[in-house]
């Protein structure tokens, strides 16, 4: 992530005004606040100061009332934040009044959550299915190939659940390129018994290179018969990101650009808004 990146403690302070100002942050605020007193500590070396709280506080300036501090859970702030001497006694006792308290004090932190990153989501079947002889698991896995024409980030997929009625699944999601394992996941989601697709997650976004083939694969455990897509498009595109589908050899479970599980790939890129730009 950028935000750990040693470049990002290399930045000015404006743009780092920039970045926490940002609503579109898809990370913990506590993750933030660290960030913003990882590039205060290295001002400080830059000015010849030693890093203590007081100079890291005088460093960032105003730029620390752009960090929501209140969105944080309790608990990290009471661990964290709350710990690290930064904040005044005052503001501790008030941010904690804020948590608990009917009557809240006045912040000079803002205390409504980014909105983030809206996820997109691209669906490559036109239509679902299910038959009394198909769709069965029994631990084979059921593959995909993609690529993209921008960089997205992929956070999960949407997958085909029980035709028999209700029913709780076990799932090993997994991104690989090149037969390199860059992500996965043991989850599990309940299918309600409908033809929806239910989300399943990795633990972090992943960056998805533009012009190369990743492979999407799952392995379910769960009810042996469920819904699975039809009418697969070979190329699919959502707002301004092109995808493309090939057939995976991973794929032992019937899973193809024609038909079968992962009808949805659930990710973060660019909106067609920014595109215009």
Same mark, same amino acid.
Request: net charge negative; charged share 20%.
């Given at each position: =992530?950028?935000?750990?990146?040693? %470049?990002?403690?290399?930045?000015? @302070?404006?743009?780092?005004?920039?970045? !926490?100002?940002?609503?579109?942050?898809?990370?913990?605020? =506590? +993750? !933030?606040?660290?960030?913003?007193?990882?590039?205060?500590?290295?001002?400080?070396?830059?000015?010849? !100061?030693?890093?203590?709280?007081?100079?890291?506080?005088?460093?960032?300036?105003?730029?620390?009332?752009?960090?929501? #501090?209140?969105? =944080?859970?309790? /608990?990290?702030?009471? &661990?964290?934040?709350?710990?690290?001497? #930064?904040?005044?006694?005052? /503001?501790?006792?008030? @941010?904690?009044?804020?948590?608990?308290?009917?009557?809240?004090?006045?912040? &000079?932190?803002? @205390? $409504?959550?980014?909105? *983030?990153?809206?996820?997109?989501?691209?669906?490559?079947?036109?239509?679902?299915?299910?038959?009394?002889?198909?769709?069965?698991?029994?631990?084979?896995?059921?593959?995909?190939?993609?690529?993209?024409? $921008?960089? #997205?980030?992929?956070?999960?997929?949407?997958?085909? *659940?029980?035709?028999?009625?209700?029913?709780?699944? &076990?799932?090993?999601?997994?991104?690989?390129?090149? %037969?390199?394992? =860059?992500?996965? &996941?043991?989850? $599990?989601?309940?299918?309600?018994?409908?033809?929806?697709?239910?989300?399943?997650?990795? /633990? +972090?976004? @992943?960056?998805?290179?533009?012009?190369?083939?990743?492979?999407?694969?799952?392995?379910?455990?769960?009810?042996?018969?469920?819904?699975?897509?039809?009418?697969?498009?070979?190329?699919?595109?959502?707002?301004?990101?092109?995808?493309?589908?090939?057939?995976?050899?991973?794929?032992?479970? %019937?899973? %193809?650009?024609?038909?079968?599980?992962?009808?949805?790939? #659930?990710?973060?890129?660019?909106?067609?808004?920014?595109?215009?730009?």
């Amino acid at each position: =992530m950028a935000l750990r990146s040693e %470049g990002f403690v290399d930045i000015d @302070i404006h743009t780092l005004e920039s970045v !926490l100002a940002r609503e579109t942050l898809n990370c913990k605020e =506590m +993750h !933030l606040f660290e960030a913003a007193l990882n590039w205060a500590a290295a001002e400080c070396g830059r000015r010849d !100061l030693e890093p203590t709280p007081q100079n890291k506080r005088n460093v960032l300036g105003s730029a620390l009332y752009l960090v929501r #501090i209140p969105t =944080m859970s309790l /608990e990290e702030f009471a &661990n964290g934040a709350a710990q690290l001497g #930064i904040l005044t006694l005052q /503001e501790t006792i008030d @941010i904690f009044l804020h948590f608990t308290a009917h009557n809240k004090p006045q912040l &000079n932190y803002p @205390i $409504k959550s980014r909105a *983030g990153l809206k996820p997109q989501v691209c669906h490559r079947f036109q239509s679902c299915a299910y038959r009394s002889n198909q769709w069965r698991y029994r631990g084979r896995c059921d593959s995909i190939q993609f690529s993209v024409d $921008k960089r #997205i980030f992929v956070v999960g997929f949407g997958l085909y *659940g029980s035709s028999g009625g209700a029913a709780d699944y &076990n799932v090993k999601i997994e991104l690989k390129r090149l %037969g390199r394992v =860059m992500a996965e &996941n043991n989850t $599990k989601f309940f299918s309600d018994g409908s033809s929806n697709t239910f989300h399943v997650y990795f /633990e +972090h976004p @992943i960056q998805i290179e533009p012009e190369s083939f990743y492979t999407a694969s799952a392995i379910l455990d769960g009810s042996e018969l469920s819904y699975f897509g039809q009418e697969g498009m070979s190329e699919v595109t959502v707002g301004c990101v092109t995808f493309q589908f090939q057939c995976s050899s991973e794929s032992t479970n %019937g899973t %193809g650009v024609q038909g079968g599980q992962i009808p949805e790939l #659930i990710f973060y890129g660019p909106s067609p808004a920014s595109d215009e730009h």
